[in-house]
């Protein structure tokens, strides 16, 4: 009893707290029992531990929510990423839906991760960017071969007729003199459609001495083609044609000896012989 009597004693026991300043003022005395300063000592003690607590869980959100935000657009890239794959997938599947090397030109287009550290998801990324540019390589390949699938020749002018002057040196039927023949004759009945055998745009389409009604398309990549000794010229200069297209109609205008399509292929400048071009079968 005596020691709890003491012990209540000596925490009550006034003491003097002096306050000394740097400049020329007198000291401060401040009188407290013992226990006040001891609750003041423990509040501030306290107080700096709080403070200390919450800056240090302020620290760690921050740290988190950088971390979650990389990883939210990390996911965002990705998720766009996948999306196009998804698109060329679904291009690809229409593309090769097709049997023929033909019908696939003719139909391109001109259209949950568990827990990753930032390399991982970088690794990811790559992996994706690549497969994508990869896939866009291929789809730029496609496109080309398709340009060139469209302007290259293929096929008869007409769907009725068959060749009654190859190419090459021959005597002429009118002037009955040897003269080097740069096309194909294609006999058939007058009036017959004549198709233009590529894509491509009409540069030429009026009347040209002894080969008559004449229609020239360039094609592009090199390619032109003409035809000669229509009866009535069905388009114009500047017009826009597709392969199969009708351009005119047989006839026998110009220096000819009957109702016939005098057909040629130049590529660079230079005629060919358009048979190899004729023979090709189109698939539809």
């Given at each position: 009893?005596?020691?709890?009597?003491k012990i209540l004693v000596?925490?009550?026991?006034?003491?003097?707290?002096?306050?000394?300043?740097?400049?020329?003022?007198?000291?401060?005395?401040?009188?407290?029992?013992?226990?006040?300063?001891?609750?003041?000592?423990?509040?501030?003690?306290?107080?700096?531990?709080?403070?200390?607590?919450?800056?240090?869980?302020?620290?760690?959100?921050?740290?988190?929510?950088?971390?979650?935000?990389?990883?939210?657009?990390?996911?965002?890239?990705l998720g766009s990423t996948?999306?196009?794959?998804?698109?060329?997938?679904?291009?690809?599947?229409?593309?090769?839906?097709?049997?023929?090397?033909?019908?696939?030109?003719?139909?391109?287009?001109?259209?949950?991760?568990?827990?990753?550290?930032?390399?991982?998801?970088?690794?990811?990324?790559?992996?994706?960017?690549?497969?994508?540019?990869?896939?866009?390589?291929?789809?730029?390949?496609?496109?080309?071969?398709?340009?060139?699938?469209?302007?290259?020749?293929?096929?008869?002018?007409?769907?009725?007729?068959?060749?009654?002057?190859?190419?090459?040196?021959?005597?002429?039927?009118?002037?009955?003199?040897?003269?080097?023949?740069?096309?194909?004759?294609?006999?058939?009945?007058?009036?017959?459609?004549?198709?233009?055998?590529?894509?491509?745009?009409?540069?030429?389409?009026?009347?040209?001495?002894?080969?008559?009604?004449?229609?020239?398309?360039?094609?592009g990549l090199g390619f032109?083609?003409?035809?000669?000794?229509?009866?009535?010229?069905?388009?114009?200069?500047?017009?826009?044609?597709?392969?199969?297209?009708?351009?005119?109609?047989?006839?026998?205008?110009?220096?000819?000896?009957?109702?016939?399509?005098?057909?040629?292929?130049?590529?660079?400048?230079?005629?060919?012989?358009?048979?190899?071009?004729?023979?090709?079968?189109?698939?539809?």
């Open positions: 009893m005596k020691k709890i009597k000596g925490l009550f026991s006034p003491i003097t707290v002096m306050i000394v300043p740097h400049n020329n003022n007198k000291p401060i005395n401040i009188k407290m029992p013992s226990v006040g300063l001891i609750l003041i000592i423990a509040l501030w003690a306290s107080f700096t531990v709080f403070l200390v607590s919450v800056g240090k869980t302020t620290i760690q959100y921050y740290e988190q929510k950088e971390k979650i935000d990389f990883y939210y657009n990390q996911f965002l890239e996948i999306k196009s794959l998804q698109r060329s997938e679904t291009q690809f599947r229409q593309i090769f839906a097709f049997k023929s090397r033909e019908k696939i030109l003719e139909n391109i287009d001109d259209t949950a991760w568990g827990s990753l550290d930032p390399d991982d998801m970088k690794r990811i990324k790559a992996q994706i960017e690549e497969t994508a540019n990869t896939v866009g390589e291929i789809r730029d390949y496609l496109k080309q071969e398709r340009d060139i699938y469209f302007a290259t020749p293929l096929g008869s002018p007409i769907s009725n007729g068959y060749i009654s002057s190859p190419f090459g040196w021959r005597i002429h039927p009118v002037s009955h003199r040897e003269e080097y023949h740069k096309g194909l004759d294609i006999a058939a009945w007058p009036g017959t459609p004549v198709k233009a055998t590529a894509d491509g745009i009409v540069v030429f389409a009026d009347n040209r001495g002894g080969s008559g009604n004449l229609v020239i398309i360039a094609h032109s083609t003409c035809y000669a000794h229509n009866r009535k010229i069905l388009v114009d200069v500047g017009q826009k044609v597709k392969r199969g297209d009708v351009i005119s109609l047989v006839g026998s205008t110009g220096d000819t000896t009957g109702p016939h399509v005098h057909y040629e292929v130049w590529v660079n400048k230079n005629p060919v012989d358009p048979e190899p071009y004729y023979a090709k079968r189109i698939e539809r």
